[in-house]
């Protein structure tokens, strides 16, 4: 479980400074999304958790990161 944790975060953190994932329409909120999903899925964190860790500043933030849906 440690190395799909690791994984993602790493992931995460490589689609966070593209930007977008490459071939999909993926930006950094969509980004942060997935890999929450990918983790709670795989049950490698816990609901409660994610409940509990959630920063709602940053939460705005990432959805203020949406990229123009223009482009």
Do not use: N
Not at 12 to 19: E, F, L, P, R, S
């Amino acid at each position: 479980m440690p190395a799909l944790t690791l994984t993602v975060f790493i992931l995460t953190y490589v689609g966070m400074a593209i930007g977008r994932v490459p071939g999909m329409r993926l930006d950094r909120t969509g980004i942060a999304l997935v890999a929450v999903a990918v983790l709670l899925g795989a049950g490698a964190i816990d609901t409660a958790f994610v409940g509990h860790a959630a920063d709602a500043p940053t939460l705005l933030l990432l959805f203020a990161l949406r990229a123009d849906p223009r482009s």
